[in-house]
């Protein structure tokens, strides 16, 4: 691909953000930022205009997220490969990002080198990871599969990221203290924790929680 010039689209809410990018790519001969876009239903607009060979893409952007636009744009473009380019690598985002078809991951402390390598790389339809998120990948691949949570756990462990003690919680669940524990002592043992603020951590990164 030395001879082609590849076509990037920038999508970032941040206005210096998507100007950082675009600098950084500034001066590369084999890359053209032919648009940029501050939510992901204008980056569909620049998509279909341009048809480039690759959209970075914020993950949390109003009027349309990543994921949506990731998942529309692997939908109506297929040429275009949709790099993640993101400061989130929870568990659940990472997941979210991949499973909505995006070739790659990652995050916004990542080199000018790194950056423009994996601009080519995707434009290639190679899959490319920053090293966090790869750790991540595997590393929840290798975990035991967990049994999930019932909604009465689900339930319970909402009112802990609530703030509320086992009584507050009976009260609002109608169920007695007793009870909670029960469910406590279940949903620690599922998330494989030990406490009660451990709890609400895992099943935010684990997606089983929106804050």
């Known amino acids: ?28 001969e084999d890359i053209e930022v032919v648009g940029e876009a501050s939510d992901g239903r204008a980056a569909l607009g620049l998509v279909a205009s341009h048809n480039p060979d690759v959209a970075l893409v914020d993950l949390r952007m109003p009027v349309l997220d990543g994921v949506a636009t990731t998942t529309e744009i692997v939908a109506r473009h297929p040429r275009t490969r949709v790099l993640i380019l993101t400061t989130y690598d929870t568990d659940a985002d990472i997941e979210r990002g991949v499973e909505a078809g995006a070739i790659g991951y990652l995050l916004k402390d990542t080199t000018r080198e790194q950056l423009v390598d994996a601009i080519r790389s995707a434009a290639r339809g190679e899959t490319v990871l920053a090293p966090r998120v ?32 086992n009584a507050e ?26 406490d009660r603020t451990r709890a609400v951590v895992v099943a935010m990164e684990r997606g089983l929680l929106r804050r």
Not at 176 to 184: G, M, N, P, Q, W
């Open 1 to 28: 691909m030395s001879e082609e010039v590849l076509r990037v689209v920038v999508v970032d809410d941040h206005t210096v953000m998507r100007a950082g990018v675009i600098a950084l790519l500034d001066g590369e």
């Open 134 to 165: 790869a750790e991540k990948l595997v590393a929840r691949m290798r975990r035991p599969v967990q049994d999930p949570l019932t909604a009465r756990e689900t339930d319970v462990l909402d009112a802990v990221a609530d703030g509320l003690t």
């Open 169 to 194: 919680i009976g009260r609002r669940l109608v169920i007695s203290e007793a009870t909670v524990k029960t469910h406590l002592l279940r949903l620690f043992a599922k998330l494989d924790v030990n």
